[in-house]
């Protein structure tokens, strides 16, 4: 079974640049995730979706960051413009989906590391 | 609202002695714990899982949880530690019944001495 595939694996931009990062999760799972996970620091939640709607996006800064997952499937979260503090990695995950009875276990791809210079 | 403390940012452990990082939560429902691990410069991977089964969960390598409802914890244990556990360890819990939205943990890096 092939695991979530996440593009670039590295990025490397100036500040006020705008950056694209694609997840494409594991076949089959309703539910993804996009995560930042700054240096040291525990993954943060940015976007929850199910299928192509939105869980939660609380902690996204909406004013820069954007993510969509039009067809359910494969998604994008983008920023535009970065800042500094955007430094991170990028972590996408998905699991089976959002019911009383799924343990939503979520399986993670390799991650976008992300410097802002 | 839920939420994870992972008392302990750092544990130093000798290899073959024993392993314990420590977790507890809060939570309006019924939880879903999880440990996951990272090892440097890799993907998380999913250690163990509770789901409202029995208490005691075994994981991959030789890692264990036990889910304490009264003391709202759910502590990570091994029995004796090897070199390639060295990494970090996230303990996160996702309410069922709730928003079903996961709360990860701040981390607890593992070092281990040969």
């Known amino acids: 079974e092939a695991g979530v595939a996440q593009s670039p694996r590295y990025k490397i931009i100036e500040k006020r640049q705008s950056v694209a990062f694609w997840c494409n999760p594991i076949?089959?799972?309703?539910?993804l995730y996009w995560y930042q996970q700054i240096l040291g620091q525990g993954p943060k939640l940015l976007i929850q979706f199910q299928n192509n709607g939105v869980v939660d996006d609380s902690q996204l800064p909406k004013d820069r960051f954007s993510a969509e997952r039009l067809k359910g499937v494969d998604s994008t979260l983008k920023i535009q413009p970065a800042k500094l503090e955007d430094s991170a990695v990028y972590l996408c995950a998905s699991s089976l989906r959002l019911t009383s009875e799924s343990s939503y276990e979520q399986y993670f791809g390799p991650g976008t590391r992300l410097t802002v210079t | 609202a839920q939420s994870v403390t992972q008392l302990d940012s750092h544990v130093s452990v000798s290899e073959g002695t024993p392993v314990l990082l420590r977790c507890n939560y809060s939570?309006?429902?019924?939880?879903?714990l999880f440990w996951y691990v990272q090892h440097p410069n890799k993907g998380l991977q999913l250690l163990l899982k509770?789901?409202?089964?029995?208490?005691l969960v075994k994981g991959i390598n030789g890692f264990e949880a036990e889910f304490k409802k009264s003391e709202t914890s759910f502590h990570l244990t091994k029995p004796s530690a090897h070199m390639s556990d060295a990494a970090e360890y996230f303990c996160?819990?996702?309410?069922?019944?709730?928003?079903?939205?996961?709360?990860f943990g701040r981390g607890t890096s593992l070092i281990v001495h040969p």
């Open positions: 509770y789901t409202s089964a029995a208490t």
């Open positions: 076949s089959g799972h309703a539910t």
């Open positions: 996160v819990v996702t309410e069922s019944g709730g928003s079903y939205i996961p709360t």
């Open positions: 939570s309006s429902y019924s939880p879903s």
